[in-house]
């Protein structure tokens, strides 16, 4: 079984899945299956997915990253998959340099929008990393059945499913409690889950809180600032089954009292969400059936946080999401199984920015986006046929009708320096603003497996996305004023544009695996790919503005360019040593390259990450599993020059980490960054907090990354 870092991921025609245990007890692990068998045998998940045969890859969850407190970084040994930093609980992932709202992200069924016009709440920041129970990420050729409205492949997060009493078992309970600190911002945190349940019915809580300081940069421990956060959150299930059917309720709330944004000119000073979400999973004759529904509603703030640099500019949103997902399997003829859905998502947005004084920003409240709606209705119809034992087949089609509008805006002010803005207002106002895309997306993939040690799968996809509504309908121009829209964390000033056309993703994949007959000794995966994006939504210049210190951070207007994309993804590994006195040691790596740019230009498109590869020596005997992983990345220095993208140099780290199971008692120890080796990350934006505050003058400059940092933390299941 092929482990990459001790992280829970495989790989399926293009698509990985993250299959990680609960913090259930052993004995009760073979209880807390999904009560309806997975379409895929191996993987589990969404019934609409490619062919199986998947390779199930790495152990348990909290042996990989002992202490985290963000659920993204839970992916980042998936290979084409990088992180963009945001806040402590909040970074993007970034899929072959395609990230954010380009990469469909849903979370327990549930497709959630950033309700902020810093993106600094996105989806995943609302699922708690110990509350996972799998994370599936195709990343190649995405099949209709799970990805509509992007284009960069999709994100499926799954919590823990409900437990229920076992066979002969009357009643069942069973709980966990967890723990972990990190020495590089003293972070701390613990989680706490509990379940009572029958063999029909179950209810669940599971809760938890993160907290962490400022973290230390590496070499010389200078604190970074605006990188703490404070994070609460809880959650309750109710479910029942019987006799293939399965039925579950789940609520609950998230409040992040703040949570510093380095990259960012604000930070998270409030984020309180609340949501409702329902599902049904059928077994039939002809079949299966599965419906869900969602409603999530969220109260954002932003301001500047005191503690961490100077500024008053109070910013706030009230954002909802609701939908519904429907989809059915059918088989028939044998080798035949026909996938057929339909998906509605609804997004509501209001977006208003206090008045604060009797200055610029006075007397009225700026409106930013009023009444911002975005809705989506989906449908697709997907067939899979196994023709032999060697050859299978994917065809799929869909269709996303996508309707957005949004009300009339206003400034601060009507005269002296809002005078510009109000008469933005005034023509943003007069025109209309309603837009509807009519998109059309199809997949096509070929499996070939000649021989029990080879696959072959070749795969076209095109898919489509419709610009958020920040990227429509974000009106402003004035320094201030625009450059409190930036979503991107490189400090500059953005206005949107709503003629902006869908962008359109035409891609070419090729993968080639070879392993051992039985997939468990060695195996290496190689995939190539290649991107054309027809539109794709870029930015042009608009303008400059020029601090007082002589830095421009220039105004960029949204807009549409050609552009493509081609790059390789790698992964294998392989047994080293086998004793059963001491132990198992085994050899597993990525590696992952991608280059973008515009096609008229040539200009590097915006966050491309260079070459970067990890190597990960991983030993078990009995309850100790340990590893050393060693972690490459190259020098960027093929940047967004429109955007004053910092370049950053190569750096290599070595991490360290331990785990040791003892019946009820988990302990995992590791050490991130052991040489304590100072470096950026290519996908970190700017320091813009430090810069900021120390008044640096020149060109702002990358963020650093953290520090060495000594990390412990401890789970007990009963």
Same mark, same amino acid.
């Given at each position: ?545 020029? $601090?007082? @210190? #002589?830095? &421009?951070? *220039? !105004? ?11 790059? %390789?993804? +790698? ?123 120390? $008044?640096? @003058? #020149?060109? &702002?400059? *990358? !963020? ?11 789970? %007990?299941? +009963?």
């Amino acid at each position: 079984m092929l482990k990459i870092s001790a992280s829970p991921h495989a790989l399926l025609s293009g698509m990985t899945i993250l299959s990680a245990l609960s913090l259930a007890s052993p004995n009760a692990a073979a209880q807390t299956a999904t009560p309806l068998p997975p379409v895929q045998v191996e993987a589990g998940g969404d019934m609409a997915s490619p062919p199986a045969d998947a390779l199930i890859l790495g152990p348990r969850l909290y042996s990989k990253a002992p202490g985290t407190s963000d659920t993204a970084t839970l992916l980042r040994d998936v290979p084409g998959l990088n992180l963009i930093a945001g806040g402590g609980v909040s970074a993007l992932p970034d899929i072959h340099g395609l990230g954010d709202d380009r990469v469909k992200t849903s979370v327990d069924g549930m497709e959630l929008t950033s309700a902020c016009p810093n993106h600094m709440n996105p989806s995943l920041s609302y699922m708690d990393p110990s509350r996972v129970g799998t994370l599936e990420v195709w990343s190649n050729i995405t099949p209709v059945s799970v990805g509509g409205d992007s284009i960069g492949g999709t994100i499926a997060v799954k919590s823990v499913p409900p437990v229920f009493a076992g066979p002969g078992e009357a009643f069942h309970t069973e709980g966990s409690l967890s723990t972990f600190y990190r020495s590089v911002n003293d972070g701390i945190g613990g989680a706490a889950a509990l379940t009572a349940a029958t063999d029909t019915y179950s209810l669940g809580y599971a809760g938890s809180w993160v907290k962490g300081r400022d973290y230390y940069a590496g070499g010389d421990h200078s604190a970074v600032r605006s990188t703490l956060y404070d994070s609460r959150n809880h959650a309750a299930t109710l479910a029942a089954q019987h006799e293939g059917q399965f039925v579950a309720l789940q609520g609950g709330q998230q409040f992040i009292p703040y949570e510093g944004f380095a990259n960012q000119r604000m930070d998270l000073t409030g984020n309180r969400g609340r949501f409702l979400n329902s599902r049904y999973e059928g077994d039939f004759g002809w079949g299966r059936l599965e419906a869900k529904a969602f409603w999530q509603f969220v109260q954002h703030e932003m301001n500047i946080l005191q503690s961490e640099r100077l500024g008053n500019m109070p910013m706030n949103t009230k954002g909802t999401d609701l939908g519904y997902v429907i989809k059915a399997e059918i088989p028939f003829a044998t080798t035949h199984t026909l996938r057929i859905g339909n998906e509605f998502h609804a997004q509501r947005l209001e977006d208003w920015w206090p008045s604060v004084g009797s200055g610029m920003m006075s007397p009225n409240a700026f409106t930013n986006i009023h009444d911002g709606q975005r809705d989506r209705v989906g449908t697709f119809v997907e067939w899979e046929n196994r023709w032999t034992p060697q050859w299978t087949t994917l065809l799929g089609a869909r269709n996303d009708t996508v309707m957005m509008d949004t009300g009339m805006v206003n400034a601060y002010g009507s005269g002296g320096m809002n005078a510009t803005d109000a008469r933005t207002a005034a023509a943003f106002n007069a025109r209309d603003r309603s837009r509807t895309d009519y998109n059309f997306d199809m997949t096509a993939q070929l499996r070939h497996e000649p021989s029990p040690t080879s696959t072959q799968e070749l795969g076209y996809a095109r898919k489509t996305r419709s610009p958020n509504l920040y990227e429509r309908y974000s009106w402003a121009i004035q320094s201030m004023d625009s450059s409190m829209n930036n979503w991107v964390g490189d400090a500059n000033r953005y206005v949107g544009d709503p003629d902006l056309r869908p962008e359109v993703a035409h891609t070419v994949s090729v993968s080639t695996a070879l392993h051992d007959p039985a997939g468990k000794d060695w195996t290496a995966r190689l995939t190539p790919y290649y991107s054309y994006i027809v539109d794709y939504i870029g930015v042009r210049k608009a303008g400059d503005f020029a $601090a007082s @210190n #002589g830095s &421009v951070f *220039p !105004l960029l207007k949204v807009a549409n360019h050609d552009a493509m994309m081609y790059g %390789v993804d +790698f992964s294998g590994g392989t047994g080293l040593y086998a004793d059963p006195t001491y132990g198992d040691v085994r050899l597993s790596g990525v590696l992952g390259w991608v280059h973008g740019e515009t096609v008229n230009t040539g200009r590097s498109l915006y966050h491309m990450m260079p070459v970067n590869a990890k190597a990960t020596v991983e030993h078990k005997l009995g309850g100790w599993t340990s590893a050393v992983e060693l972690a490459l990345v190259g020098a960027k220095t093929q940047t967004d020059t429109v955007r004053n993208e910092p370049k950053t140099p190569g750096y290599a780290l070595v991490n360290l980490r331990s785990g040791y199971e003892w019946e009820n008692l988990r302990l995992n120890l590791g050490i991130d960054n052991l040489f304590d080796k100072r470096y950026y990350h290519p996908l970190g934006g700017v320091d813009y907090a430090d810069w900021k505050s120390s $008044a640096i @003058n #020149g060109q &702002v400059g *990358p !963020l650093p990354a953290p520090g060495r940092s000594f990390n412990a933390g401890v789970t %007990v299941t +009963f």
